[in-house]
């Protein structure tokens, strides 16, 4: 697997304000992805970190919302931009690795932003 | 129709006991499948991934169905420990490796 650390693990902020969460992994990775879990829900892709290339968004989430950058192999950030309360939900990364045969997705331990 | 859909539970078993979560997908192109656990304000873990001949690990078994598109759990001899929400998990539109569609979740909690 993977060590994946991210900051802040959580965090309050005021609505129209932006906020960027730091992903860092212990290895090298090509694939890392930011997903979403709003409050009693299950994860949903925001979009996937390419190294040395934009991020691809998944439908519903745009580029001028969740700037994302991944300047190398073991970082990336993702910016909650002009947040209202709406954006409250935990922000997890994840890098995917190769596994007989498949590719395992395995996650950081989430940023927790609470938007009043 | 939900593109992974599980029983959200809350399945209420005594320790020792043995329990099966299953799960639909809607994605015949999927070609991977997961278990992750997740406990309260965690992030998700992986379990087990699902191969097409099925799989164990300790007290764990995984089966996949691809013609009825249909991914279960078995455990085992449930402890304490078990109590968790198990998130099936399957990638998504296309077939594509990174984009993981998740179930919401079935809720699991062994009492003593």
């Known amino acids: 697997s993977a060590v994946i650390s991210q900051k802040p693990s959580r965090d309050i902020c005021q609505r129209g304000t932006s906020l960027t969460i730091q992903c860092q992994v212990d290895?090298?990775?090509?694939?890392m992805f930011w997903y979403r879990q709003q409050p009693g829900q299950s994860l949903t892709l925001i979009a996937t970190?390419?190294?040395?290339?934009?991020?691809?968004?998944e439908s519903g989430f745009v580029i001028d919302k969740f700037p994302i950058s991944r300047p190398n192999l073991t970082f990336s950030t993702l910016t909650v931009s002009n947040m209202s309360p709406e954006d409250s939900s935990i922000y997890l990364c994840?890098?995917?690795?190769?596994?007989?045969?498949?590719?395992?997705?395995?996650f950081g331990p989430g940023t927790r932003l609470t938007v009043t | 129709r939900k593109e992974v859909e599980q029983d959200p539970g809350p399945f209420n078993v005594p320790e020792g006991a043995t329990v099966a979560f299953n799960c639909t997908y809607s994605n015949s192109a999927s070609q991977s499948f997961f278990w992750y656990r997740q406990d309260c304000r965690k992030e998700p873990k992986l379990l087990m991934s699902v191969y097409s001949s099925g799989n164990e690990d300790g007290r764990f078994t995984a089966q996949l169905n691809r013609a009825s598109q249909y991914i279960s759990l078995l455990i085992r001899d449930s402890k304490l420990s078990d109590s968790a929400t198990y998130l099936c998990?399957?990638?998504?539109?296309?077939?594509?490796?990174?984009?993981?569609?998740f179930g919401k979740g079935t809720k699991l909690s062994v009492k003593p």
């Open positions: 994840s890098v995917e690795i190769p596994r007989l045969g498949t590719y395992e997705q395995y």
């Open positions: 998990v399957v990638n998504g539109p296309g077939g594509s490796q990174g984009n993981l569609i």
């Open positions: 290895s090298q990775v090509t694939m």
């Open positions: 970190a390419n190294q040395g290339s934009e991020a691809t968004y």
